[in-house]
């Protein structure tokens, strides 16, 4: 059984979220979905040009986890360019920097705006968090 995923910070939520080709008369019922921790990633590494390691240590994961990610959004992102599929920019294992992070074991909470999570619960060591405002693992 593989391990449960980390929720990946994110510090940004795209106020577009669809996106496809003007040519409408495009027959492709796909839609490629991309999520909201792989558009961050592409934003953190090709809009605020960040190198690797920072952006692994932003979004709380590796450098290959956060490698892996970017992979995956660029072959998305051009698959849709080349291919004339539609994106849609949704979900993912995330949690944002509004979030109020409690943990499920010992009900210790994390304001994600002061940036004072790290991944794991500094009371009792618990990965099991989830945002308060959502009542849920993570946010999005």
């Known amino acids: 059984m593989p ?3 980390k929720c990946r910070r994110i510090g ?3 106020k577009y979220r669809e996106y496809g080709p003007r040519d409408r008369n495009h027959t492709s019922e796909e ?6 921790d792989e558009i961050e990633a592409i934003r953190l590494k090709d809009i605020e040009k960040l190198d690797q390691s920072e952006g692994a240590k932003l979004m709380g994961v ?4 956060f490698q892996n990610i970017i992979e995956s959004a660029r072959e998305k992102i051009a698959r849709s360019l080349l291919e004339g599929v539609e994106i849609r920019i949704e979900g993912g ?17 994390y304001n994600m705006e002061d940036g004072e999570w790290t991944g ?4 009792c060591g618990s990965t099991h968090l989830y ?3 959502k009542d849920r693992r993570c946010c999005l």
């Open 3 to 5: 391990r449960p995923k």
């Open 12 to 14: 940004f939520i795209p």
């Open 31 to 36: 839609t490629i979905l991309l999520q909201l």
């Open 62 to 65: 590796s450098r290959q986890t």
């Open 93 to 109: 294992h995330v949690i944002n920097k509004h979030c109020i992070a409690v943990c499920e074991d010992c009900g210790k909470s």
């Open 120 to 123: 794991a619960c500094a009371s």
């Open 131 to 133: 945002c308060s405002k």
